[in-house]
């Protein structure tokens, strides 16, 4: 019998002619989950200061907050989890790492580190100090705080369509070329330790970069002498999309389009939580002076050098689960599962991200909330409303999102979005309908939703704990709206 080779995209066609995105794997474990009642969400919220990262997942019934460590595990991860060895210094499990990031990332040096923000503190304490200037794609939260942490600046040089919420532009995420030669020119190559470029970027709706953007970086990075460093944390799905998108691709394994972006790249770090399904994080390269550079910093912030902070079980899972992101048939799921949701909504006129990226549905909230204005948080307003009325938690990535600047004031976001998370095969497909069903109610009941003002903001990374409470009693008029629709539905 003939089998569909596992790194093969799955193109099942229904005969009905619907589009559905068919699940190739099937649910061996689950966990039980509850949908409490609206007043029950209702004082959730107050009780988490309007912030879904505050909720206790008893409130929550899809947890739509991140990828990151949520993404379903293999039966092969786990099992390479009993077979961890446990050893202070030079355990077998991290030598099974180091291959299998030869293997796949193509990078012979190796230091671990626990999650990517670690991965991002090292790069920024060897490289980052008070004058320096990181041209990126785009930042992200952790990799930014890092950055302005060691008196760093950093300047985003996207295209001007990445901030079209509506657009069909393949390669939102690329690096604009001539402004990157400009900023260089100006800032000069000694205030420039490195690029940073950000493997299917996050904050602008899962974008993803070209190759052929990536060389046009890497030249001048040569032209130059500076280093270009890969956020790799969704490389996976960056590959598959350039396997979609990108004609020079289109018959490449994802193998050889993820060797193609890290080849280019000097230092590649990623966040294991993503990458590889499982826990952990790390840096890689081939230069052995760049891997000196941070040798130091792994046993000072993180461990010894053959674990750096992560357990070794989830050592056994991250180099199995590495292999396992070649896989496209694993690998699209979630994609496909986006591109279902994103154009299901688009199709009723309800401002998503298009076209569809990766790692979630990102929601346009300076739309829907057009009647709410920035300085009362669109984003985090219809991530608080969303979560009452559906029980289902996304995360607001707009200005909460956002540090405020050196002087202390807002920096308003040029996207204000609700982020809808969608791990790797956790979800099914009839609570992707789900989703769809009550956000057409929210957006048809939009005018509903208030916004919001902060109580308790923390001084770093703010919207992680910070505290904020409605500026109107709009979370009681929503949620009679939604009895009076609903009745004792929950
Ligand atoms: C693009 C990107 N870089 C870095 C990080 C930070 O990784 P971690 O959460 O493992 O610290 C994340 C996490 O979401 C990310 O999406």
């Given at each position: 019998m003939s089998q569909i080779p596992m790194s093969q995209s799955p193109q099942v066609k229904f005969y009905s002619g619907e589009n559905i995105p068919l699940e190739l794997h099937k649910v061996r474990v689950v966990q039980k989950l509850h949908l409490v009642p609206i007043e029950r969400r209702l004082e959730a919220l107050h009780e988490g200061g309007f912030n879904t990262f505050r909720l206790n997942t008893v409130d929550v019934f899809l947890d739509m907050l991140t990828d990151s460590g949520t993404n379903a595990m293999s039966d092969k991860q786990m099992a390479a989890m009993m077979m961890a060895d446990d050893a202070y210094a030079g355990s077998q499990s991290f030598y099974r790492l180091k291959t299998a990031v030869e293997e796949v990332l193509g990078k012979k040096y190796l230091l671990p580190a626990h999650q990517g923000r670690a991965a991002e503190n090292i790069i920024s304490n060897a490289y980052v100090k008070k004058g320096s200037l990181i041209p990126m794609n785009y930042h992200f939260t952790t990799a930014l705080a890092h950055?302005?942490?060691?008196?760093?600046k950093i300047v985003e040089l996207l295209y001007s369509e990445a901030y079209n919420i509506k657009s069909t532009h393949p390669f939102k995420g690329n690096m604009n070329i001539e402004k990157l030669k400009e900023v260089i020119e100006q800032h000069g190559v000694k205030?420039?330790?490195?690029?940073?470029?950000?493997?299917?970027?996050?904050?602008?709706?899962?974008?993803?970069?070209?190759?052929?953007?990536?060389?046009e970086v890497r030249a001048i990075a040569d032209h130059y002498g500076i280093k270009l460093v890969l956020d790799a944390s969704l490389l996976g799905e960056n590959a598959y999309l350039v396997k979609q998108r990108e004609p020079e691709f289109a018959d490449k394994s994802m193998a050889e389009i993820i060797l193609a972006m890290t080849e280019l790249s000097d230092i590649v770090y990623f966040s294991a939580r993503k990458l590889s399904s499982s826990r952990g994080g790390g840096i890689c390269t081939n230069s052995l002076e760049i891997y000196r550079e941070f040798e130091p910093l792994v046993p000072l912030f993180e461990g010894f050098l053959t674990y750096g902070g992560i357990s070794v079980r989830e050592i056994e899972a991250m180099a199995v689960g590495l292999h396992e992101t070649l896989d496209e048939s694993m690998i699209c799921q979630s994609p496909q599962f986006i591109e279902y949701l994103v154009n299901a909504l688009d199709g009723k006129g309800i401002p998503v991200v298009t076209p569809a990226g990766v790692l979630g549905c990102h929601v346009d909230a300076m739309q829907i909330c057009a009647h709410i204005p920035q300085t009362q948080y669109p984003a985090g307003s219809l991530a608080a409303a969303f979560y009452l009325i559906s029980g289902v938690r996304g995360m607001?990535?707009?200005?909460?999102?956002n540090q405020r600047d050196e002087y202390g004031n807002e920096t308003y976001a040029d996207m204000e979005l609700l982020r809808l998370a969608v791990p790797r095969r956790v979800f099914t497909l009839s609570q992707i309908k789900y989703v769809e069903d009550r956000l057409t109610w929210l957006y048809e009941n939009r005018s509903l939703i208030g916004g919001l003002r902060f109580v308790y903001e923390p001084p770093v990374l703010r919207f992680f704990m910070g505290g904020l409470e409605p500026v109107s009693d709009w979370p009681q008029r929503l949620m009679a709206k939604f009895k009076k629709d609903f009745g004792d539905s929950l």
């Open positions: 950055i302005t942490q060691y008196g760093g205030n420039i330790p490195y690029i940073r470029m950000e493997a299917s970027t996050n904050l602008i709706g899962g974008q993803p970069f070209s190759i052929a953007n990536l060389r607001e990535r707009g200005s909460i999102s």
